[in-house]
């Protein structure tokens, strides 16, 4: 079970973090790096106030204040120039037809092109249908082509890829948009919440909808990510020839597809993948027209050079604390990361940001790590419920990547590679950011009575999975 796991941390995050549970019995054989400083226990209560310190609940306090600032979702509507409003659909599996052009779409002849959509089943490892998941139709990567008059792809996409390139990624990377399907969703079509299996696990970033000139009412795109959400209603201008409305937002994003009232709604996605590089002028220029956008949903905020900078005091706060000095403190990322995505060229947002600024003063490590929570309530007495209880508390930290893994199938001991010299790890996290991905509930020495516990205890652990930074105060920067 653990090679299985292994293989689905690179390929396949969802399934990969439904799978954790097969290796929790191994958890007391890996690496113990620590606890978690900002705990929340289920009584909303903080955890253990003897590992709590002021210079921590302000270092939380400031990476929660950047990651809140830094955009998972953009969009916006751009308008075509003549070229592109004369762009065709093309339909290659059924000899090149044409199922309209840019400036009005055909959704009838669309239509008999597709088939019935399916979805990612993480448990059951398959793709199915299920209408009280999602209700579409879709035409497979591969099976068409948007045709520019004169050959190659519309203009327009370099316009929206420069947009995607400044809001969700920086200028050390540079985006290359790979068509996948298109969707319809017509009259009571629907997606219900989920997140997009990656197509590449190493390079993919996002996904892009292009939302075509095809009148609907409904279908709104609900974007969410912990605790903010973003919407996207394309319907209202659906109909308008001329013009593509788009939204790209990051890969870990949980979103749905509202229900279709009328009309069809048609899109089409590409993977964002960040490839190593600079972006460099387009040589023969985006025509102005395509440039006439309205952009939703603002890019990079101008104001995180505080934020970051505020950030930075609180781990030098740490590290110079007279009654507990941190030589090492663990901050969880803001996104969700594959194993091959987890390095600092497939850094998300904020994550991004944190990682280039701490990573100019202090040596820092990047890895998966498990946080473990252990809660026991006792009960003596029958008339009170299982929230009035006293309980215990206790979290603990592992490391958690495809290595160790290895080192756990193996029957290895001692502190896993890179791991040498962290002990004692204080981590923090935004209030928003976890993540439960198992609970498993004990009674002992009493019984159960609907929701009552009579004489007895309930012991509760669980599972939170984590991409994590790691600072190292006691180690300068590494020279570039």
Known sequence: SLTAFQREMGSDPLAGYLLVKKALSCLSSATHLGYTANAERKDGEIGDEDHESSAMVQLSEAVSALKGGVPFAVGGRIELCDSDRNTSLVILQSAHEVAGVLEKVDAAAL?????????????????????????????????????????????????????????????????????????????????????????DAQHMVGTLLVCLPCSHSGGALVVKHNAEEVRFDFAAESGRGGAIQWAALYSDCLHNVETVTSGCRVTVSYSILARKGHPTAHGHGTPSSCLADHLTHAAWPPATAPLLSAVAGRLEALRDDASRPQSAVGMYLNHMYTSAALNPAGLKGADRMLYTHVAEKWGVTLMHVVEKVHEKAENSDDERAPEDFESEYDNQVFAFSAPDLDRLASGARGPAPGCEGLQDVAFVKPWSAKMVLQETTHRTAGGNQGNWYENGSKEIDSLYLHAALIVRLDQPALPT
Not at 140 to 162: K, T
Not at 180 to 194: D, L, P, R, S, T
């Open 111 to 199: 239509m008999p092109h597709c088939t019935k959509a399916t979805f990612g089943d993480s448990r059951e490892r398959t793709n199915r249908e299920d209408p009280s998941v999602r209700v579409a139709l879709e035409l497979a990567a591969g099976a068409w082509e948007l045709r520019a008059p004169g050959g190659g792809a519309p203009r327009f996409l370099e316009a929206v890829r420069d947009r995607v390139q400044a809001a969700l990624l920086d200028s050390g990377r540079v985006v290359e948009l790979v068509p996948q399907k298109i969707n319809a969703y017509e009259a009571g079509g629907h997606f219900a919440e989920h997140v997009d299996t990656p197509t």
